[in-house]
Every structure is written in C-alpha cells, then in structure tokens.
C-alpha cells in the first residue's frame, strides 16, 4: 500500500543541545546514545484528546444564559434569542444553536442525551492575563503567573510524562508518548528534558528525517564527532521505528463513519491510529480563529463564531460515533482549552474583545456528564468589566493526570507545582474502577454547618484505612490537612479551624483512591 502523507518528525527526542553538525538532514546534538525502553510502559489503556480553540472561544456565545435578561442588554446585536437556543437536558443552560442544528445527529446534543458530555462553567485563573501568547502559555504550561519575568518554558504533560519516566529521552518508549497533528510543537508537550511529542502530518516525510541509510553504521573511535555521530544514529533508527508504528496503526486502523472536510479530519486521523493500535497516551489537534472582534455571527445561526462551533460540534460527534461504533470509546475522553473567553458586552464592530472566564467541554464515555458550575454572574464582573471565573483551570488538569492516567496526588502536585484539587468528572478506567472507599465508609460529616471557625469532621469507618483529610478552597486550592494517618475501624473525630468566612471543600482520601467530599461553610 502507498504510504500516505500525513507525518513528520519535531524533534523531541533532540532537544536540549545546540546542533553542531549536520549528517544529511537530521541536526547532530552531543548527548549520549538512546537505548530501549526498560521500564514498563504506563499500565493504563487511556488516551487523552486535546482540542486547542485558538483566538479565545466565546463561552458566553457558546453556553448562553438565555434566562438572564442581562445577557441581552450586554449583546443586543451578538445575543442568541432564547428562542433559537437549546437546552441543555433539564438545567437552565442553554446550546448554540450551531452546536446542534444542521450538524452530525444533532452534535453535542446526543453526546448530552448519553451522558457523554460535561459542560464546565467559568473555566479560569487568577489575575487572568488578555495576551493570546501569554495567556496560552499559562494554558499550556499549566503554570499561573502573569509574571512576564516568569518564564513559562515547560507543559503540563511534558512534566507529567518525564516526570513518570525519568530516564526519557535515553531511553524511550515502543510507541510516542503524545501525538501533535500539524502545527508547530506545542508548549503543552515540552519538558526540561525536550518534547515528549512529534508532529504528524507526513510518513515519508519523517522517515526521511531519520533515515541516514539502513547500512549506517555507529563510529568506532573515541571522538566528540563520533559519540555525536553515534547518537544522531540511534534518533535516526529511533524515528524511523516511530515512523513503521505509526504507519503500521494507519493501515491497520479503520474509521467506519464519514468524517465531514476541514477540522473533523484531525479527528478522523486520531480514531484511525486509535483505532490501529497506536499506544500514544494524548493527541493535540487544532480549531483557529476564535479572535472574533469584527462580525462574530450574522444571524445566530451563521457567521464566523457558529461556523467554528459547528465544525467543532460536527467534529467531536462523528469522533465519538467513530469510537463507540468500533467499541474503543470507553478508553478514550477528549476536552477543549483556549487561552480565554471574551468580554460579556459587545463591541462596536459586532464582535467581541479578549475577556476571561469561559467555558470547557469535557467528552467520552467514561466523562460524568452534565454542567458543573452556575451560568455567569453578569451583574457582577470582575475588575476589569469580565467574567468572574468559579474554576481553577488546572482542575480538570489534576483530574486527568490523576482520574485517567493514574498519577498519584503527589504526582499531580508536582507538575502543577502547587496541590490542586481534581474535578470529578470522570469515571476511572476500567482497570482502576475495584475502588471500594465508599462501601469503607459507614458516613463521612462536617458539623456544624455553618461554622464560625471552628468545625469537626466526623469518619466512620467500616474497615482499616490509611486517611488523609484535607480542606481546600471552592477554586480547588489547597488550604490545609486536617489528618493524616492510619486507622482502625471505628469512629473517629478531627478538630479544625478556619479564619476566613466562605465555602470550602473537605476531602477525605482512603488509601490513596478516590475523594469523598462535603462543602464547609465558615460564616464568621
């Protein structure tokens, strides 16, 4: 079979040193030579879909509070008619209409009526920053800070996975780790070791790029240019080993829906790697020009935003229809990011401007479907006239490293630099789902409710466990422990105090599995 072009090499298994010599078209870095991966591999079946809305998607216009009759004062031109809008199931949040009508099986509404969508509310930061290229690197790099002395030069899941494989990139793994389609190598997938990526768009084309000649042989001499050379060799054998997986799960894989043209052809290409058997843990694709100051829509149902959500709605429904259809849905779940939302009123040119909080869209089979957090407080904006967000954005992050990929809560706080509180809006694969904590636990209080400051927390326990209780912020900050500890079966009670009036949420953590929660109120 013709070998089809859709593949081409980053350089991640390179990165870090200046290149000194050229050997045909592959860059030579002084570094010591690659050898195969030893350890295991993750245990994990999970793969993770990241769809980048680049340009600042307008959540406002995405998910519409048509029941706030502010909504419609603010966008008097740009406002979906309530009308034109579609609930979302029985709560009082509202679709496009372009997200729906006219598009594969209704869209997202299907992946609604199966409980296969999750619509998180006012996705954001502190201080959030309006600059798409600082605000993308804080994103990506799942890093906080406006701070443009703060460089931002590592993301999220780079750190994630050199953080669970230590050796890379001398020693790698059969299958790469995370596959970017087109674009240039993203922030997302860098580390202080390099990229953990490659970039797919043509097979011959990254053969080639690897390919010194398959009679090379490594110098035998104790020379510089001979351990450069001898590395250079092993990147070499190394891509075109990628490049023979890769194709291989391309012409095994299959893709049994028709996938409509333009950006639901990444997809396409994802399901059909998936499909193949590729074993790559996170695939990046694309969907631009969300930068809608001038003319943003037309009618509600065309223009230049509801063309993007239909494409982006068309693509994720025939994605999913493709997976469930081949019966590889349920090890695969996909979210959105963009670096902002836009401003709650309109400008003068029918648009809108860079803003805050947004909204992200979690789906897959194994996603606890529905809308966490409430439709937006337009009444009540921030500073800077925008959005006030309810989420930290690395939540959801927290939850995928440690709900999908089965990081540990210390894994996940040492890539975020900072202890995050997982949304749980995932259900956990297949092979983690024997957690028994809720079935340990005969009841699990916070009294009194509210508090003045000081409160109990109360855990009966049916068997033995190892606890850990700990209270962190309705943003998903850490605050403090309450407890840490090995007990017996039993009652047991825990003393705490908080200073400041709010909600808060305690945790309660048996033998490191999933969270049991209750919300504290401290009214002081």
Sequence with gaps: MKRRRFLQIS?????????????????????????KLTRKALELDTTLVVIQLFGGNDGLNTIIPAEDPRYYQLRPNLAVPKEEAVRFGSSDVFLHPALVNGVYKNGLYRLIDNGWLAVVQGIGYDHPNLSHFRST?????????????????????????????????????????CIQVGGTPSLLFRSPKGDVAITLTDPEK??????LSPDAE???????????????????????????????????????????????????????????????????????????HVQQQDEPG???????????????????????????????????????GRRPYENNSRGTDHGAASVQLVFG?????????????LENLNENGDLVYQYDYRRIYAEVLQTWFGGTPEDVEAVLQQRILPLSIL?????????????????????????????????????????????????????????????????HRFQGFLQHSGEYICVCRLNNRRNLTKTLIIQR
């Design 11 to 35: 350089g991640g298994t390179i990165a870090g040193a200046a290149a000194t010599h050229w050997i045909g078209k592959l860059p030579l870095y002084a570094s010591s030579p690659l050898h």
């Design 206 to 211: 990254f053969l080639e790029s690897g390919n």
């Design 137 to 177: 690197d804080i994103w990506l790099s799942g890093i906080n800070s406006s701070d443009p002395n703060v460089r931002l030069n590592s993301g999220w899941l780079g750190r994630f996975f050199t953080h669970i494989y230590p050796d890379f990139p001398l020693l790698l793994p059969e299958h790469p780790l």
């Design 302 to 340: 065309s223009g230049a935003h509801p063309a993007l959500l239909r494409a982006l709605s068309t693509g994720i429904s025939q994605f999913m229809d493709d997976l469930v259809q081949q019966g590889i849905a349920d090890n695969v779940i996909g979210m959105t990011i963009s670096e902002f």
């Design 218 to 292: 490594p110098l035998d001499e104790d020379s510089l240019f001979a351990q450069e050379y001898n590395y250079v060799l092993s990147v070499a054998q190394e891509a075109n080993q990628y490049a023979e997986v890769i194709q291989q799960a391309f012409d095994n894989g299959r893709n049994v829906v028709e996938y409509d043209g333009g950006f639901p052809q990444q997809l396409r290409l994802v399901a059909r790697l998936i499909s193949g058997g590729l074993k790559t843990k996170v695939y990046l694709v694309y969907l631009s020009s969300f930068d809608t």
């Design 365 to 377: 089979t194994s996603v606890r479907g529905g809308v966490y957090g409430n439709n937006p407080d």
């Design 427 to 491: 259900n956990p694969p297949t092979s983690l789902q024997l957690d028994t904590t809720a079935a340990s636990v005969q009841h699990f209080r916070v009294l009194p409710q509210p508090s003045n400051g000081p409160f109990t927390v109360e855990l009966h326990l049916r068997h033995p466990a190892t606890v850990n209780i700990a209270i962190y912020s309705m943003l998903g900050r850490y605050v403090g422990t309450i407890a840490h500890t090995t007990l017996p079966a039993g009652i």
